[in-house]
């Protein structure tokens, strides 16, 4: 019997074997046409947890017949990486390939922390792979950044999910002789949270807790039955991480202080990015508060900006801070709809043409055309507003901003209508 677990049994070992990568494995996809041609260059993996990034960096290192180092960034500090550069210097000049450094969870690592890899991927001693579950815009830095490919690697679909689902019983199956089958797969895809590894964890966990006594069909229910009893013993980084910002970024929508502080805390305990929390209330801000109270935009940037400056322990204090102010203030989400509209409109509509009279003339031909002729300048005109039409015709009388009903943009309504009348009513 192999007493590997599962997850490691069944971790693909060619790029035929990925599921759920197809734009980048499949038979036109990027990294086999890269494999091919034999020109790799430094690559960011980003993506949901696990998709495949870890296992994609180490086919890669197979296939191109090049020396796989790996450091985390979570427990790896700047001497790690300095001594890893050091032992692929050597293993360049005696292969002539250079060797591949894996960095899972990149986003971890500070500046000064990618500084230490910049010298070394110019120099061509080592080629990166970084595996990241955050927006490398925000996370890598751009010097770093410039002299990557990103790699986006999708989230599984639920179909991808069935499948693997089958294929980890069929394996458990073959190991174990047992001759268990899937009544249902549900509870078992909604678990795994789209995380291909944690789904055969969750199978192995089940099928062992079953398999003396003598049950071959499993259903929802006694998946349920046996991972609420186990939740914490896998729920680590993948669903959790989701799950607990979720209910952190909900308790701050629905103006619950205490909630918003107890989820934050959870987060910190848990050991969650600072910087990923800061991100998300600055987008809480503009997303759920708006108009409504325009200074929270302007304290949840200050407060990102704050905890890159001080860092833990103490950004908690500033963290803490900024959610209760953003769980009190009034809540808005008409900007919010407005953009969205607009788009959706845009996508429907297509390139409506600028009417002339906003229209640039910079040359005398243009001019001639009457672009620009009849525009008015609203700072020439009392109050600094002129009534002029910024649609085009075909769909002038638009309204894609409806002020919500709060103090702030209460008043927003009423000069509205007194610059416009009833015009945006409609």
């Given at each position: 019997m192999n007493n590997s677990p599962l997850a490691e049994i069944l971790r693909p070992k060619t790029l035929d074997d990925v599921l759920g990568q197809e734009h980048l494995t499949g038979k036109n996809g990027t990294i086999r046409k890269m494999l091919e041609n034999d020109t790799l260059n430094s690559l960011i993996f980003w993506g949901p947890p696990g998709t495949g990034k870890t296992t994609l960096a180490e086919i890669i290192s197979e296939k191109s017949g090049r020396k796989f180092y790996k450091l985390s960034a979570v427990s790896s500090g700047v001497k790690d990486v300095r001594d890893v550069i050091d032992e692929a210097k050597k293993q360049n000049l005696f292969s002539g390939k250079s060797p591949i450094l894996f960095i899972d969870e990149i986003h971890r690592f500070n500046k000064s922390q990618q500084d230490s890899l910049l010298h070394a991927v110019e120099k061509g001693w080592i080629v990166l792979i970084g595996a990241t579950t955050e927006n490398p815009s925000f996370e890598v830095v751009s010097a770093l950044l410039s002299r990557s490919q990103v790699y986006i690697l999708k989230a599984l679909t639920f179909e991808k999910l069935e499948e693997l689902a089958d294929i980890s019983v069929s394996k458990y199956n073959e190991i174990n002789k047992t001759k268990f089958s899937l009544e249902e797969?549900?509870?078992?895809?909604?678990?795994?949270?789209?995380?291909?590894?944690?789904?055969?964890?969750?199978?192995?966990?089940?099928?062992?807790?079953?398999?003396?006594?003598?049950?071959?069909?499993?259903?929802?229910?006694?998946?349920?039955?046996?991972?609420?009893?186990?939740?914490?013993?896998?729920?680590?980084?993948?669903?959790?991480?989701?799950?607990?910002?979720?209910?952190?970024?909900?308790?701050?929508?629905?103006?619950?202080?205490?909630g918003a502080v107890y989820w934050l805390a959870r987060m910190l305990v848990g050991g969650e990015d600072i910087k990923f929390i800061a991100r998300r209330m600055v987008i809480l801000a503009a997303e759920d508060i708006g108009l409504a109270n325009p200074n929270a935009l302007v304290m949840a940037n200050n407060c990102f900006q704050a905890i890159n400056v001080i860092g833990n322990p103490e950004a908690r204090i500033i963290l803490s801070e900024t959610a209760v102010y953003l769980a009190v203030s009034p809540k808005s989400n008409s900007t919010y709809n407005a953009i969205n509209e607009a788009m959706a409109f845009v996508r429907k509509t297509g390139d409506l043409p600028?009417?002339?009279?906003?229209?640039?003339?910079?040359?005398?031909?243009?001019?001639?055309?009457?672009?620009?002729?009849?525009?008015?300048?609203?700072?020439?005109?009392?109050?600094?507003?002129?009534?002029?039409?910024?649609?085009?015709?075909?769909?002038?009388?638009t309204a894609f901003y409806k002020p919500s009903n709060n103090s702030t943009e209460k008043k927003i309504h009423e000069q509205m209508k007194e610059k416009w009348g009833n015009k945006y009513d409609r």
């Amino acid at each position: 019997m192999n007493n590997s677990p599962l997850a490691e049994i069944l971790r693909p070992k060619t790029l035929d074997d990925v599921l759920g990568q197809e734009h980048l494995t499949g038979k036109n996809g990027t990294i086999r046409k890269m494999l091919e041609n034999d020109t790799l260059n430094s690559l960011i993996f980003w993506g949901p947890p696990g998709t495949g990034k870890t296992t994609l960096a180490e086919i890669i290192s197979e296939k191109s017949g090049r020396k796989f180092y790996k450091l985390s960034a979570v427990s790896s500090g700047v001497k790690d990486v300095r001594d890893v550069i050091d032992e692929a210097k050597k293993q360049n000049l005696f292969s002539g390939k250079s060797p591949i450094l894996f960095i899972d969870e990149i986003h971890r690592f500070n500046k000064s922390q990618q500084d230490s890899l910049l010298h070394a991927v110019e120099k061509g001693w080592i080629v990166l792979i970084g595996a990241t579950t955050e927006n490398p815009s925000f996370e890598v830095v751009s010097a770093l950044l410039s002299r990557s490919q990103v790699y986006i690697l999708k989230a599984l679909t639920f179909e991808k999910l069935e499948e693997l689902a089958d294929i980890s019983v069929s394996k458990y199956n073959e190991i174990n002789k047992t001759k268990f089958s899937l009544e249902e797969k549900e509870a078992f895809i909604q678990y795994s949270g789209g995380d291909a590894r944690k789904l055969i964890n969750s199978v192995e966990l089940v099928l062992n807790q079953f398999k003396s006594a003598k049950k071959n069909k499993i259903s929802n229910k006694d998946v349920l039955s046996v991972l609420q009893e186990n939740m914490a013993l896998y729920d680590k980084n993948g669903e959790q991480h989701y799950d607990i910002i979720s209910a952190f970024i909900k308790s701050m929508r629905g103006s619950d202080p205490n909630g918003a502080v107890y989820w934050l805390a959870r987060m910190l305990v848990g050991g969650e990015d600072i910087k990923f929390i800061a991100r998300r209330m600055v987008i809480l801000a503009a997303e759920d508060i708006g108009l409504a109270n325009p200074n929270a935009l302007v304290m949840a940037n200050n407060c990102f900006q704050a905890i890159n400056v001080i860092g833990n322990p103490e950004a908690r204090i500033i963290l803490s801070e900024t959610a209760v102010y953003l769980a009190v203030s009034p809540k808005s989400n008409s900007t919010y709809n407005a953009i969205n509209e607009a788009m959706a409109f845009v996508r429907k509509t297509g390139d409506l043409p600028v009417p002339l009279h906003l229209r640039n003339a910079p040359t005398k031909l243009m001019k001639d055309l009457d672009y620009g002729k009849d525009y008015q300048y609203a700072h020439s005109y009392q109050g600094n507003f002129v009534d002029l039409e910024f649609l085009p015709d075909e769909i002038k009388g638009t309204a894609f901003y409806k002020p919500s009903n709060n103090s702030t943009e209460k008043k927003i309504h009423e000069q509205m209508k007194e610059k416009w009348g009833n015009k945006y009513d409609r």
